[in-house]
């Protein structure tokens, strides 16, 4: 069973960064895609972006250029560097993980991100 505990989220200002850490509990993590969703208020879940294990990554383009995903298969952890922080990225961040063979997902608790001045 897969668990996922993130850490990192907050309050920020505009045009500030946060950076989201997920620590990953899987023992065959190379079959898996890591990425980070995130729902605000009244909106579904949308993604972030992913990482698979060679390193490939993608993003949603509202997030392009300011997020940066990365992950780390030895620690089994999965980053996400947020700058430039806007009112519009406010939400519930969820960490995910996709199992390549299974197509299965595995869900954090996740963690809020609020930006307000």
């Known amino acids: 069973q897969v668990q996922l505990v993130e850490s990192g989220g907050g309050l920020v200002q505009p045009g500030g960064s946060l950076r989201l850490s997920c620590q990953a509990s899987i023992r065959t993590l190379w079959l898996y895609t890591m990425g980070w969703y995130r729902q605000a208020p009244g909106k579904q879940r949308e993604l972030v972006a992913t990482v698979t294990s060679d390193g490939r990554t993608t993003y949603t383009d509202s997030v392009k250029g300011r997020f940066t995903i990365s992950r780390d298969n030895a620690k089994k952890t999965v980053a996400l560097q947020m700058n430039n922080l806007s009112f519009e990225d406010t939400a519930v961040y969820y960490c995910?993980?996709?199992?390549?063979?299974?197509?299965?997902?595995?869900w954090g608790q996740g963690i809020q991100v609020t930006v307000s001045s």
């Open positions: 995910n993980t996709y199992h390549t063979v299974t197509r299965t997902d595995s």
